[in-house]
């Protein structure tokens, strides 16, 4: 068995683990870090996209590294009663974007791809070949399968870049264009112009279960293509199937992800919005956490992120409550009432609530009026328990929680 020794070794080369590993590397350049994937390459294949209001400028000096695609004007959304212009800017990263930053900005050797890591203690990691690597931080990026403590519903997609034979015309994404049939679930396409012919579509389902039909959702692609007078190919395509948290047991969560003295970060740690399961903007922040504290003696990471957690998890109550009663009380074909009611609020307000910082003024906003739900059925949706969120054998288990 070969062992090598290291200041912060990081098992998980996705987002969290990638920005941790960049973050600590600059902060302390002197650290020598082992970030290690299990895969072929960092990041996998996923596109990050998030609003601009949602990190601090502490995070955009850190996402600012990365070559990112920016619309800084407008947005759309588009309902069966509206359509609506919005100002915030949105930005996206692809991850072979990602891994190719990762690649130039830390130090030969960091990283290690095609090694799966076999266990890992509070000492280091065990490699599946059977390299040992020693650390004084071990931190746990690896993602999450199987949640069974939680409980909600899920958002599945199909994400596809087309080069279209002539320009598009659009000119800012569609966050949302929920005009499309509704097929069962709150069903939307979410289109970003990436240049002029150059155009990616998801199609996108807040469902009941996680069950990833691809060839439907190719099918239904390319039929958006050609009703909207677009022809061309897809080039390339992403899929995930995430979880939208609706509430469940998070000490009992975090004790099944628990590793005496390894801190857990991302999915795995329970950093993601629970309603619309972003999570580039918490992954930035704790990454900028991290790098703060992992030169500190009196702190322990684990501790340190536990408790982090444990307070994103009661920040983000009122997300769960709306996805409990977005599940719970709507008819899954109508599910689509409570988005569009919802855009017609205030963009500050909007802004606020992607970037998971709404105030109590705009909880009641939200909550007030005539409801796009039956009363009656909204109470009992907060009563009631939604399902645990474990995943069927019949979803292909490496495209679960992508996030």
């Not at 072929?40 to 949602?54: P, Q, V, Y």
């Not at 992403?238 to 000490?251: Q, S």
């Not at 689509?336 to 970037?355: D, G, H, M, N, T």
Request: proline share 6%.
């Amino acid at each position: 068995m070969t062992e090598r020794s290291v200041d912060v070794a990081i098992a998980g080369g996705g987002l969290a683990g990638g920005l941790i590993a960049l973050a600590v590397a600059r902060r302390h350049p002197q650290f020598d870090i082992a970030l290690i994937e299990g895969g072929d390459r960092l990041g996998g294949k996923h596109r990050w996209s998030w609003f601009g209001s949602d990190i601090d400028p502490a995070g955009e000096g850190l996402i600012g590294v990365f070559p990112v695609t920016s619309w800084p004007g407008s947005y759309e959304v588009h309902f069966p009663a509206y359509r609506r212009t919005l100002r915030a800017s949105y930005n996206s990263l692809a991850s072979e974007d990602f891994a190719r930053t990762l690649e130039r900005e830390l130090n030969q050797g960091s990283i290690l791809t095609h090694r799966p890591v076999a266990s890992l203690d509070a000492a280091g990691l065990s490699l599946a070949d059977g390299e040992r690597i020693n650390a004084r931080h071990v931190i746990d990026c690896r993602g999450l399968k199987d949640a069974p403590q939680l409980t909600g519903g899920w958002q599945v997609f199909l994400g596809q870049e087309w080069q279209l034979d002539r320009p598009h015309g659009l000119v800012g994404p569609v966050i949302m264009d929920a005009t499309v049939a509704q097929e069962g679930a709150y069903r939307f396409m979410y289109l970003l112009p990436l240049g002029p012919d150059r155009l990616f579509l998801e199609d996108t389902y807040y469902a009941d279960t996680p069950r990833l039909d691809k060839a439907a959702l190719r099918v239904r692609i390319a039929d958006y293509v050609g009703e909207h007078g677009w022809s061309g190919r897809a080039l390339d395509e992403e899929t995930g199937v995430l979880p939208v948290i609706t509430g469940g047991d998070f000490a009992a969560f975090q004790a099944a992800q628990r590793t005496s003295g390894v801190a857990v970060a991302g999915a795995r740690g329970g950093f993601v919005h629970p309603l619309t399961s972003y999570t580039l903007p918490q992954a930035v922040r704790i990454a900028n956490l991290v790098a703060q504290a992992v030169d500190r003696e009196d702190v322990s990471l684990a501790s340190l992120l536990e408790r982090e957690a444990q307070r994103h998890w009661h920040a983000t109550g009122f997300y769960r409550l709306l996805g409990q009663m977005l599940f719970g009380a709507a008819n899954p074909a109508e599910r689509y009432r409570v988005f569009q009611r919802f855009y017609r609020l205030s963009e500050p307000l909007i802004e606020r609530f992607y970037a998971a910082r709404s105030t109590w003024p705009d909880r009641a906003r939200v909550l007030a009026g005539k409801p796009p739900v039956r009363i009656t059925r909204a109470l009992q949706a907060i009563a009631s328990q939604s399902p645990p969120l474990v995943a069927p054998s019949l979803v292909d288990r490496s495209e679960q929680f992508h996030v």
